[in-house]
């Protein structure tokens, strides 16, 4: 996404309006925290989805529409409590899903790239065509978008940027129709994750807000994990640099889920953390970060250390 110069630029965005940040969005690092980044942008996905769809958006009927992959980019960091602007427009619209691009701006500059394919989830917890009517909706409110500047298509940068053609459908990138669950033993990591009553949206499933913070604590785990209780003292850090998730079903949270993670594949600056929660032996949701290590005093990338690597192998997955 991010080498798609049409999405950094807000003109292109005919849905947008001013989101303010809060103080509970900020995190340690004293800027807004990336799970908190990735909420914007779905609100800014919502607020898109009720503008057309009104109620059929998440109030009228049993079959709910909301996310089911969603691919975020960060950009540069965003501070409080400096507005944002959130900005949107519809990529694609089929029998099966909607297609939202998203960005955040803020002063001008683009912090931040999204795109979510958007379905209609059955009370079972699983994705179920479109009505006619909704699609109708969108494919109008689509037909009346501004055009793309010359060049500009609307997902050419999201699909082959997070495509691994050499990889089995089990390492797909999470945000791909080809992703497959893995088994729990193919993970170095395991633990269990409590719910909260917070845990679920206005249509009982599980918010993506919180599949958002159960990734980050996955990750999280595992970084401890792999650099050790002393890892924020380290002078070599990671940096989040994208994030995608994919709801394989989505209802009710459980009491606790069952998380694994671990790295599903490493290069020479970065890793990328997979973290799977299951509910039992079903596996509900699959998530990705891709972490940069970066010098934490210069704030520059740099090359991942060699006893770091030796530990990457450790805990890969299998």
């Known amino acids: 996404m991010k080498h798609d110069a049409w999405r950094r630029q807000p003109e292109t965005y005919p849905f947008s309006g001013e989101i303010l940040p809060r103080y509970t969005d900020v995190d340690l690092w004293q800027h807004l925290n990336n799970v908190a980044l990735i909420?914007?942008?779905?609100?800014?996905?919502?607020?898109?989805l009720l503008d057309v769809a009104d109620d059929a958006a998440w109030r009228a009927?049993?079959?709910?529409?909301?996310?089911?992959?969603?691919?975020?980019?960060?950009?540069?960091?965003?501070?409080?409590?400096?507005?944002?602007?959130?900005?949107?427009?519809?990529?694609?619209?089929?029998?099966?899903?909607?297609?939202?691009?998203?960005?955040?701006?803020?002063?001008?500059?683009?912090?931040?790239?999204?795109?979510?394919?958007?379905?209609?989830?059955?009370?079972?917890?699983?994705?179920?065509?479109?009505?006619?009517e909704l699609r109708a909706a969108f494919a109008r409110r689509m037909a009346a978008q501004p055009p793309l500047p010359p060049g500009g298509e609307p997902e050419a940068g999201h699909k082959p940027a997070l495509a691994h053609p050499g990889d089995a459908a089990g390492g797909a990138p999470a945000d791909s129709m080809q992703v497959l669950p893995r088994r729990p033993a193919d993970f170095p990591a395991h633990y269990p994750l409590a719910s909260r009553f917070g845990d679920h949206d206005a249509t009982g499933r599980t918010s993506d807000q919180a599949l958002g913070r159960m990734a980050e604590q996955g990750r999280v785990n595992l970084l401890t994990a792999l650099m050790g209780p002393e890892r924020l003292a380290s002078p070599v850090g990671f940096m989040v640099a994208h994030v995608s998730l994919r709801w394989l079903r989505r209802g009710r949270a459980p009491a606790a889920w069952n998380v694994g993670s671990g790295v599903l594949r490493s290069g020479d600056r970065s890793i990328t953390i997979r973290a799977q929660l299951s509910n039992g032996d079903d596996c509900h949701a699959v998530c990705d970060s891709v972490m940069v290590a970066i010098d934490r005093e210069a704030r520059q990338s740099v090359r991942l250390p060699d006893d770091l690597r030796a530990a990457v192998e450790r805990l890969s997955v299998r």
């Open 39 to 48: 909420s914007l942008q779905i609100e800014s996905v919502q607020r898109l």
């Open 61 to 132: 009927g049993p079959a709910a529409i909301g996310p089911e992959t969603t691919s975020t980019d960060f950009i540069a960091e965003a501070y409080y409590p400096t507005p944002l602007t959130a900005a949107a427009r519809i990529t694609h619209v089929n029998e099966r899903d909607i297609g939202i691009a998203s960005a955040l701006f803020q002063k001008g500059h683009c912090v931040g790239l999204h795109q979510s394919r958007v379905v209609s989830w059955a009370p079972d917890g699983q994705p179920v065509p479109m009505s006619a």
